[in-house]
């Protein structure tokens, strides 16, 4: 007993003295996550120790039915030496449908101490079979469906006769839904149940909503929106997609005190009816009429009279868990500035071009009409510009009941915007009645980029604002105009910054997903996932890539296997499409996008516009996609796989060769792009590449140090040129403030990045209207070289296992610092020019070890905290090469100093 005691106040004590923690605890990488559906779901957690060189040594992992985790409820309980500390699969007892499992972890580390994450981390199951849904699909009542499309409610009363133990709700849609019960909303989830491959597979959603009941008289019910079900999706002017009816799935399990269950689910006794939501599209908006509220609709209660009873369905219930970040709402965006335009329109700017909606306070006469208009920019002469969204309106309209102050935001759209004209409004406008309101997938924020130049750091801003607002549940190309689709060229050119700056691993992982669902029979990957474009609209070179290029920075960045593992298919697929399409290993047929928006005149007389050959391209992805099959096969180990892509590879770059590479080693397209496709891809032999590089930068020089790049070329070409000894022209590159460059749209007043990179003009026009999106990520994908070169962030291990940490300065900044959260906790590195010396400061999480590479002519010069790096404890000297110094070093903040500035 005694001993007991002791042993508890000097574990306590460690504990205390927060030498080692054990935070962040998640269940496929949620925290708390409700409504799981996978039999073996995975535990991680993250350690964080004030000791430097912190490693796990070994962990328990012990998994209850009860929070307080007493020894009736105990269900598994595993105790492994090992530094593993992520996707650990559960190996209990078969877990039970919508059950609450409590979980918790206590870890040694290599210093032995111990510690044990606090307690009250738990993982709910899903319905584990799709037969355990015994609700039906139902659909409004005809008369609820009219041709104009008001959004339908759907409900039904219920009775709970005993005190309620835990409630569970599962619900889904054919179209979107937002639930109610008792007249509160249910989560605080939007645009739900997201966007999948319907056809397929579709989301539900699971609720805790114990505390929305209560013992009496209930009801419950959801409104419905067209969404991307049956709403207008895709330039083509298409409706009804996945469907003609919308309807709606719900289950809700009650668990009383006494132990027993009741189930309240869609059938045939609800009823439905039509509400104030007069119409609702996702391009064009809604419109809502006040006065058409049925108050108290969700409350017992509420007499249904003029309700109807609603039709029920016999749909397929091809439903799934949601395992990614539902869309909730983020950022509120203050109103800055009113004005009134030359035209005399009446517009705010929010200083921000965002997604999401702008929330209204307004007051006036019952029957009064406020319509909202939103656009990215205001044109050259200061007035609102809407010619770039295409056909999508944008457009929110409301009608006011009239009863004093009514607040209002649409359900089932949103807008991507900056500004907004106001019709119908009183003169005098109050700014504070206006609030942007940002949506987007619920990813954690974890990347942050600053450095001495104020022009960079607001690229930074706009790199960060374009992935929230096509972010939307699926990785879109704009946020704004009758597009917003999951085009997989623009995904795969920016999931590598889009990973440094969010939380996208499951992001991407339930994407992956539908890219698997939606590639054809033949392998082909669509131009869009979901596919709303047709059949035939696949098979793009460096757009179909997103199979395999996605899945496989998924895996080096976040380290799971098991998503390599379940896209490995869908890879092996599309690099077999490409075989078959091939000749004597040369890809060129077939339509392809090219390098999408490279540089080019409309008077071209003197040949300067960038334009590559799309089959050379073809080829370069070819190449790539099948190293990436290479590399998945080997991380899998599926050894045959490996020789046979090895071989088939070795092939694919002979054949470039033949056709795309003259003796001397020049490409037959003499672009910026080609060169970098050839360099970045390995498509040289090694004694030609330095050349290459040369002719890349003889290129980049012939256009005064100008990038002439498009979607395809832009992600890689300052790795290149790093790469092959060019940092300095690369630094060049970045901070080039003249068109086409990165800083040319911040000089212009940028706040997201453009589609274009002259989407507004020198003198202030526009690019043509059909194509100029203000908000496309795909030329953020320089960010991907901000983090990993400029401030030296690069995993070299999957999931940052082991990293390496190399800056690269530069002569043009004062100091540059970035930081990321891996899935072991967080790395950063910043270095800084100081009074004749540079100083360097790098942060390497616990569990995990770097390589830490400065640009420094010998070890000499550096110390750690203001001794000589030689004699520190713990720190691995390697062998200089050519001005470099190289050591490892253990999990730590540590700052260096170097005895000299570069
Ligand atoms: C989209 C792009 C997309 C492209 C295909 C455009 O309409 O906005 O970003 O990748 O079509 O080339």
Redesign the pocket.
Known sequence: MKTTITLLLLSFSLWSFGQLQVVDLRVEQLINPIGLDIAKPNFSWKLVSSQKNTMQANYEITVASAPDFNKKSLLWNTKVSTDQSNYIPYAGPILVSNMRYYWKVTVSDNHANSAMSVLGSYFHTGLMNSNEWTASWISPPPSADSVSRPSPILRRAFQLKKDIHSATLFISARGLYEAMINGQRVGQDYLTPGWTAYQSRIQYQAYDVTNLLIKGDNAMGATLGDGWYRGEIG?TRSNNLYGKELSLIAQLLVTFKDGTMATIQSDKDWQGAIGPIVSSEIYHGEVYDARKELTGWSKAGYATNSWAPVQVKDFPKILISTYNEPVRKRERIKAVKFIVTPKGEQVIDFGQNMVGWVEVKAQGPAGTRLEILHAEVLDKFGNFYIENLRRAKQSNEYILKGNGQEIFEPHFTFQGFRYIKLIGFPSKVNLEDFTGIALYSDMELTGQFECSNPLINQLQHNIQWGQRGNFVDVPT??PQ?D?R?G????AQAFARTAAFNFGVQNFFSKWLQDVAADQRPNGAVP?VVPNVLGPNAVA?AG?ADAATIIPWNMFLLYGDTTLLKRQYPSMKKWVKYMTDSSRQHLWNKGFH?GD??FYSLGNDTDGRSAVTDKYLIAQCFYAYSTQLMVNASGVLGLKEDEVQYQRLLENIKSAFLNEYVSRNGRLTSSTQTAYVLALEFDMLPEGIRQGAAKRLVENIIAYNYHITTG?LGTPYICHVLSRFGYTDIAYRLLLQETYPSWLYPVKMGATTIW?RWDGIKPDSTFQSAG?N?FN?Y?YGAIGDWMYRVACGLEAELAGYKKSIIQPRLSDSLQYAKASTITPFGKIASGWKKENGFTSYEIEIPANTNATVILPVSDAGKITLDESPITSQNGLKLMEPVSGMVSFTIGSGIYKFKVMEVK
Do not use: I, K, P
């Open positions: 330039f190309d704009c105009r597009e689709l085009w997989t060229g623009d131009f793009s757009w996008f999408w928006l979607f589609e194509m999106s496309h795909a």
